[in-house]
C-alpha cells in the first residue's frame, strides 16, 4: 500500500513536503515559478535585441533585411512580460523596428559585431539558436500555458536563425 502511494506521488509529482497544486500555497509557488520564467526568458530576448541593434549600428546597411526580425523580437519580448505588469516603453511592440533601444544593449563583456555583414549575421542567428535553446529547455519548468509560449517563441528563433543564415547565403 505504501509503495502505491509513493508510486502515486511520484507520478502526480507531488511529495508530502510540497503544498498541492491547487491550494493556495501551491498556487503562489506556481505563480512565482511563472514569473521567474518570463523574466530569465525576457532577458534572454533582451539581450537578442541588444545584438540586433548592435549589428544595426554597426551596419545600416543590413536594416532592411533585419527590421521585420528585430520588430518580431520586440513584440515576442512584450509577450513574455508578465501578466500583471507590462513591457518597457523601450521594448513595446509599437516602438519603431529601427529606433535604438538603449535597454537593451548588450552585456558589458559582450562580444563585439564582426566588421564583415555576413560575420554579423552568422552572430546574429547563433544568438538565436541560443535563445531558441534557452526557450526549449526552459518547457519542462514551465506550465502549461507559458510552454507553449515558450514552445511558439523558440520556434520563431531557429526560424530567424535559418532565415539569417539562408539569406546569407545568396
Known sequence: MAAGATTA????????????????AGIARAAEI???????????????????????????????????????VVRQLAALAPESGSA??????????????TAAAPAPGAPGVPAEPAAAL??????ERRTSGAHTAALMEAP????RLLASLAAA???????LTEGSRS
Open 9 to 24: 506521488g511520484l507520478l502526480t509529482g507531488c511529495s508530502q513536503d510540497s503544498p498541492a497544486a491547487d491550494s493556495p
Open 34 to 72: 511563472e514569473r521567474a520564467l518570463r523574466v530569465r526568458a525576457a532577458g534572454t530576448h533582451r539581450e537578442l535585441l541588444g545584438q540586433y541593434d548592435a549589428v544595426l549600428k554597426r551596419h545600416p546597411g543590413q536594416r532592411e533585411r533585419l527590421a521585420p526580425l528585430r520588430a518580431a
Open 144 to 147: 502549461p500555458e507559458l510552454a
Open 88 to 101: 518597457s516603453p523601450a521594448a513595446s511592440p509599437s516602438a519603431a523596428p529601427s529606433a535604438p533601444v
Open 157 to 163: 528563433n531557429a526560424a530567424h536563425a535559418f532565415l
Open 122 to 127: 552568422r552572430a546574429l542567428a547563433a544568438t
